[in-house]
């Protein structure tokens, strides 16, 4: 089995920053993709960027200029940078990674809890 943790989310000002961490962790043997999405109240949940394996990355047109996403593979961890953030910015934020697990079975998208990103004045 394999657990993906969120953490930093919280309460900030209009403009400020956030970083956001998602830490994996049990069975793994490698992970693939891996992303952040969110989902505001009574919303859908909606990608906010990714980032293969490779490092590439993809970002929604809301977040480009603002969010960065990276990883660090050694750690098993990805993060999401966010700056000048805005109201429309909070909501639920979830990790999800695409990974093999140590017995080689089929790859699995795994999904967080969701951390809290709420951004008022």
């Known amino acids: 089995q394999v657990q993906l943790v969120e953490s930093g989310g919280g309460l900030v000002q209009p403009g400020g920053s956030l970083r956001l961490s998602c830490a994996a962790s049990g069975s793994i043997f490698v992970i693939e993709a891996m992303g952040w999405y969110r989902q505001a109240p009574g919303k859908e949940r909606e990608l906010v960027a990714t980032?293969?394996?490779?490092?590439?990355?993809n970002y929604a047109d809301s977040v480009k200029g603002r969010f960065t996403i990276s990883r660090d593979n050694a750690k098993n961890t990805m993060y999401l940078q966010m700056h000048s953030l805005k109201p429309e910015d909070t909501g639920v934020y979830y990790c999800?990674?695409?990974?093999?697990?140590?017995?080689?079975?089929?790859?699995?998208?795994?999904w967080g809890q969701g951390t809290q990103v709420t951004v008022s004045s």
């Open positions: 980032i293969t394996s490779g490092t590439s990355t």
């Open positions: 999800s990674a695409v990974v093999t697990t140590s017995d080689h079975s089929p790859m699995y998208n795994y």
